[in-house]
Each structure stands twice: as structure tokens, then as C-alpha cells.
């Protein structure tokens, strides 16, 4: 039997976190190790999604999370302690952190992402004299560019604003020069 079959068993055709039974898809809880069914779960696309983009979270949605956390299954409380981690600055989710129970197993699972770390653990982008960029600066090219994947170069003192910051590399951050969105190192730019 396929993963997606005895998942659709397990959770009675609904999203394991808010009970949609729209557009459900088996969602691999990272970092997976045993590549069966207590890895996954399944969920519907609207979760699926904000999981994976954190730019997109709803945080009135997640208050499916009041019933789903305390699902039985493991993949499933790991993702709902990873989701109230990252709103938990919304208050209510905190308080359901705090009543939360993880076995000590589960509870190393969930915390594998770095989800929940204090912010200090965060990655910190800086510009080349080391100061702190934050999403929304603007910034300034202090060298001429190469725009990767076109004939365009970027000239030095070019002003880049509201840049957007690589969550997964400290090195790289994201900006409109002209028309065209452009990947650009850290150590080539000056906060204004
Ligand atoms: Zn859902």
C-alpha cells in the first residue's frame, strides 16, 4: 500500500492540521529518516504552502492548531510545535506551546529545523563595513556587477531599496535593479 493510501486511512481523507479535505497532498515532515508513513503526514495545499513559505503565514488559520497539537501521531505535533514557534509572538500560540507536551524523541525532531530558536541563533546578514541589513533596506552597489543569467552589469553606486533578505545564506540578498530582481552579495553593498 502506498504512503498517500495509508496516510488517507490513517487521518480519514482530511488535512492532519486543519481538517480540510480539499487538496491534500502527503507532506514529508523535513528532516525525514525513515521514508514510511511516520514521517509524513497529510495535509491540505493552504497548509502545505504556509509551512513552506514563512513570508505567506495566515496566522488566523494556524488556530487549527488548538485541536491538531494534540494529535497522537509524531509528524504531526512536530508540526504543529514548529508552526506555534514561528507565531508565537502572536501571544495565543504561545500559550499553547505552553501546555504542549513532547515526548523527549519528538520534541529533538521538531526542534531539527532550528524553528523556535532565539533570534540570536538566526542567520545575520551584514554589509561590507558589517552592518546589520534588515529586509526592506535600501542599499548601495560598491562595486559594478555582473547580473547573473543576462548581458547586464549593475554599476557601482547603484541604489538598490527595499531588499529582501536569503533566509537560508547569510551571503546573499535579493533587490530590483531597473526591471529585474538580482541576487546580490552582502560584502558588494552599503547600507543607506
Ligand atoms: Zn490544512
Do not use: F
Not at 53 to 71: F, K, Q
Not at 168 to 184: H, L, P, S
Amino acid at each position: 500500500m502506498s504512503i498517500e493510501r495509508k496516510l488517507q486511512q490513517r487521518c480519514e481523507s482530511k488535512c492532519e492540521l486543519c481538517a480540510s479535505s480539499e487538496h491534500l497532498k502527503v507532506y514529508q515532515v523535513p528532516p525525514t529518516s525513515k521514508g514510511n508513513e511516520d514521517d509524513c503526514l497529510l495535509a491540505c495545499e493552504t497548509c502545505i504552502n504556509q509551512i513552506e513559505n514563512p513570508d505567506t503565514v495566515d496566522a488566523n488559520h494556524w488556530r487549527c492548531l488548538n485541536d491538531s497539537m494534540w494529535s497522537v501521531i509524531p509528524a504531526v505535533q512536530v508540526v504543529a510545535w514548529r508552526m506555534l514557534n514561528r507565531l508565537k509572538k502572536e501571544g495565543w500560540p504561545q500559550d499553547l506551546l505552553d501546555i504542549m507536551y513532547l515526548d523527549e524523541d519528538t520534541l529533538k525532531w521538531a526542534e531539527a529545523t532550528g524553528e523556535g530558536e532565539d533570534d540570536s541563533n538566526k542567520i545575520v546578514h551584514r554589509d561590507v563595513n558589517g552592518v546589520i541589513l534588515n529586509a526592506g533596506d535600501s542599499v548601495v552597489l560598491i562595486k559594478d556587477l555582473k547580473v547573473k543569467g543576462s548581458s547586464m552589469v549593475a554599476k557601482q553606486g547603484t541604489a538598490v531599496r527595499r531588499i529582501s533578505l536569503d533566509r537560508e545564506n547569510a551571503e546573499y540578498i535579493e533587490g530590483r535593479v531597473g526591471a529585474q530582481q538580482i541576487v546580490i552579495i552582502t560584502k558588494y553593498v552599503k547600507k543607506i
